[in-house]
C-alpha cells in the first residue's frame, strides 16, 4: 500500500509570495495533520483535520490556512511568506481522529524562503 | 501547555555499544509514540505505547512508558550504523484533538 505523498518535494519562495503544498493520506485514512519542523527542532503541530472539518489548530498566525477534500487529501497555504517559514513541512494521517490512532509521515515538502 | 524534554540531545557512540534516551514531561499523556528521522525524510513510527508501565521490545529496541505516563524510555542493544538518525518522542494529549507534541529529538550518530 502506498504511503503518505506529499507534493513538492522541494519549494524555493520569495518573502511576500504564496505558497499550496498538498498531501494524500494513506488510503482509508481520514485524518490528515500538518506539522512544520525547522532545523533541529521536533515537529510543531499546525493543524488537523478529520472528515474536511478542522479539528484543531497549532499556534500559528492567520497566514496558515488548510483545507481537507473529500477524497480525503489536503492542501496547506501559506500568504505573505516570511524567511521564518522556511521549514519541512509535514503531512501526516490517521485512521481515526483521536491521537491514540498511530500517525504515519509523509516525506515533507522542504520550503526556502529567500 | 505540555511539553516533552529530551535527553541527550546529541549522542555518538561506537558501533556495539549500548544506549538509552529519555522523554520527560510534567504532563501525562494518554499514549506516546517513538519516530525515527533521516535528513530530508519524514519521521517513521517505531511504536506507540499506551499503558502506565508498559515495556515494548523491536528486537533491539526496548520501549518503556512510565507508571505515571509522564516519561519514556528507549533503550538500544548493540547499536549499529544503521541505528544512525534523530529520535523523536511525541505524545498524544488525549481528549477530541488528534495533534502530536514532539520533543526536539536525539541525534544519534553510530561509527562503524
Known amino acids: 500500500d502506498a504511503g503518505v505523498t506529499q507534493s513538492p518535494t522541494h519549494l524555493i519562495k520569495t518573502r511576500g509570495q504564496q505558497v499550496t503544498l498538498r498531501c494524500s493520506p494513506i488510503?482509508?485514512?481520514?485524518?490528515v495533520s500538518w506539522y512544520q519542523q525547522v532545523l533541529g527542532q521536533g515537529p510543531q503541530f499546525i493543524f488537523q483535520?478529520?472528515?474536511?472539518?478542522?479539528?484543531g489548530r497549532g499556534n500559528f498566525p492567520d497566514r496558515f490556512s488548510a483545507r481537507q477534500f473529500p477524497n480525503y487529501s489536503s492542501e496547506l497555504n501559506v500568504n505573505a511568506l516570511l524567511l521564518g517559514d522556511s521549514a519541512l513541512y509535514l503531512c501526516?494521517?490517521?485512521?481515526?481522529?483521536?491521537?491514540?490512532?498511530?500517525?504515519?509521515f509523509g516525506p515533507g515538502t522542504r520550503l526556502t524562503v529567500t | 501547555t505540555q511539553l516533552l524534554e529530551q535527553s541527550p540531545q546529541f549522542l555518538s557512540i561506537q558501533e556495539g555499544e549500548n544506549l538509552t534516551v529519555y522523554c520527560n514531561s510534567s504532563?501525562?499523556?494518554?499514549?506516546l509514540q517513538w519516530y525515527r528521522q533521516e535528513p530530508g525524510e519524514g519521521p517513521v513510527l517505531l511504536v506507540t505505547?499506551?499503558?502506565?508501565?508498559e515495556v515494548k521490545k523491536l528486537k533491539r529496541l526496548t520501549f518503556q512508558f512510565g507508571d505515571a505516563r509522564k516519561d519514556s524510555s528507549l533503550h538500544i542493544t548493540a547499536a549499529q550504523p544503521g541505528d544512525t538518525g534523530l529520535y523523536l518522542c511525541?505524545?498524544?494529549?488525549?481528549?477530541?484533538?488528534?495533534?502530536?507534541?514532539f520533543g526536539k529529538g536525539t541525534k544519534l550518530s553510530v561509527k562503524p
Open positions: 501526516a494521517s490517521s485512521f481515526r481522529l483521536q491521537s491514540i490512532y498511530e500517525q504515519y
Open positions: 488510503s482509508g485514512h481520514k485524518s
Open positions: 483535520y478529520y472528515e474536511k472539518e478542522e479539528r
Open positions: 504532563s501525562v499523556f494518554s499514549s
Open positions: 505505547v499506551v499503558t502506565g508501565g
Open positions: 511525541a505524545g498524544a494529549g488525549g481528549g477530541s484533538q488528534g495533534n502530536l507534541i
